[in-house]
């Protein structure tokens, strides 16, 4: 019994790793469709690793994306202060269109920040498939 109990206990070195705080930076969060209803852009700033709090939220950005296929302009708004910008469309509006090009800009603190992509049709799906098997779990 004894030899079990060496068994089950163990030696733990605690390491107390000290890391730089460093630089904060904007992190943008956003995943844009060609969906209809508002779309969503959340900007916050970066913290350092150990920190454990939520990472703080980023206001007063000016947050715009650009169809450059039609140079048409959506400008997304965070009216709650939360960091969250919206666009919300008009009846029947959307924002993305299969094939069209798109720039993401966003103005912080002096900074300018940019992002281009397309948008892509997703693939079919041509079939779905499963199998069930007797598993020894």
């Not at 060609?34 to 959340?42: D, H, K, L, R, T």
Request: hydrophobic share 35%; proline share 6%; with cysteine.
């Amino acid at each position: 019994m004894f030899f079990i109990g060496l068994l089950l206990t163990g030696c733990q070195d605690v390491i107390d790793i000290s890391l730089p705080a460093g630089q904060s930076q904007l992190a943008v969060d956003a995943f844009l469709t060609n969906q209809s209803g508002a779309q969503q852009i959340v900007l916050t700033q970066t913290i350092s690793y150990f920190d454990n709090q939520p990472c703080p939220p980023v206001n007063g950005a000016t947050v715009k994306v650009t169809d450059n296929t039609n140079s048409k302009m959506y400008t997304f708004a965070d009216s709650s202060n939360t960091g969250i910008y919206v666009w919300k469309p008009n009846v029947g509006d959307t924002l993305g269109i299969i094939g069209h090009h798109y720039t993401l800009s966003i103005s912080y603190n002096g900074d300018n920040y940019s992002a281009t992509s397309v948008l892509n049709p997703v693939p079919p799906i041509d079939s779905i498939t499963y199998s069930y098997g007797k598993g020894n779990f």
